[in-house]
C-alpha cells in the first residue's frame, strides 16, 4: 500500500547531482489530478455521500467509489444515483444534487487528500531539469486549481487543464486538454502520466507517450490500459520516461 504524505510548502528544487530527469526527451509531462497526483477519493467519497443523503438516497462505501473516479464529478453522481441500473438520470434530479455536491466538495476538498509517496521529488527533479509540468483533469478547472492551492502545490505547476476548460465535450478521453496543456507548456515532445482509461485514450489519441501509476483509481488491472509503462511508485517516474 503506498505511504502518503500532505507536501507542507512548495520549496524551491534543490539540484539533484547527476539528475537523471536531465537526459529525458520531453520538454513537459502532463499529469492527472485524482489517483495520479493526490490521493482524493476519501474527500470526494464525503461529497458524493452528502449529495446522495440529500437525495434520501443509501451512500456508498468508500471502497466502492474508488474505481468509479475519473470521469468528472457529474459523472460519478450519475453512475452513483444510477446504481446497478443503467437508465439516465434526468437532470431535474441530477442537476441540483451536483450542485450540492460541488458545494460540499468545495468546502472540503483538503481534508483527508494526500499526496502520493515520491511525488515531490520526482516533481522536484523534472523542474530542477528545466522540464514544463502541468495538470490535465476532468476535474473542474476551478476546483483542481483550489484542490492544488490548498495543498501547497499550484505554483509547481505551468497550466491546470479541466474537464471543463475546453468544453465539458473535449474532455479526456479527447486529445484536446493535452494538445492545450503542450501548447501552455511551451510546445515540444510531451508525455502524459495518469491511472485511468480517460488518461491513457487521450495520450493516445493525442500521440503523447504514457505512463500509468498502479495505485490510482480504475475498473480494470492496469495492464489493460494500454499505457507505455507501468509504475507502482513515483520513484520509478524518471527511469519509466527515460525508456519512452
Known amino acids: 500500500m503506498q505511504d502518503l504524505s500532505r507536501p507542507s510548502s512548495a520549496p524551491v528544487p534543490a539540484p539533484h547531482p547527476a539528475n537523471p530527469a536531465r537526459a529525458l526527451r520531453f520538454h513537459a509531462v502532463g499529469f492527472d489530478l485524482d ?28 471502497e466502492q467509489v474508488r474505481p468509479m473516479i475519473g470521469g468528472g464529478a457529474k459523472r460519478l453522481l450519475a453512475k452513483a444515483l444510477a446504481g446497478d441500473g443503467k437508465e439516465r438520470v434526468p437532470a431535474e434530479t441530477l442537476d441540483p444534487l451536483y450542485a450540492e455536491l460541488l458545494s460540499h466538495y468545495e468546502a472540503n476538498i483538503a481534508v483527508e487528500t494526500k499526496a502520493y509517496d515520491g511525488l515531490m521529488p520526482a516533481l522536484d527533479q523534472l523542474a530542477e531539469a528545466g522540464i514544463a509540468v502541468g495538470v490535465a483533469t476532468n476535474k473542474l478547472e476551478s476546483l483542481a486549481r483550489h484542490l492544488l492551492d490548498q ?27 493535452l494538445f492545450e496543456l503542450q501548447r501552455q507548456c511551451g510546445g515540444g515532445p510531451a508525455a502524459f502520466v495518469g491511472d485511468s482509461i480517460y488518461d491513457t485514450g487521450a495520450a493516445r489519441a493525442a500521440g503523447h507517450p504514457c505512463v500509468a501509476v498502479s495505485f490510482g483509481y480504475r475498473t480494470q488491472p492496469v495492464t489493460e490500459l494500454g499505457a507505455d509503462a507501468v509504475i507502482d511508485h513515483f520513484d520509478e517516474l524518471i527511469p519509466a520516461l527515460s525508456m519512452l
Open 151 to 177: 495543498m501547497g502545490m499550484l505554483d509547481r505547476f505551468a497550466c491546470v487543464i479541466g474537464g471543463d476548460t475546453l468544453g465539458t465535450q473535449n474532455a479526456k478521453p479527447k486529445p484536446d486538454m
Open 35 to 62: 489517483g495520479t497526483l493526490l490521493e482524493t477519493a476519501p474527500d470526494i467519497a464525503n461529497a458524493l455521500n452528502h449529495a446522495l443523503r440529500m437525495a434520501g438516497r443509501p451512500t456508498i462505501a468508500f
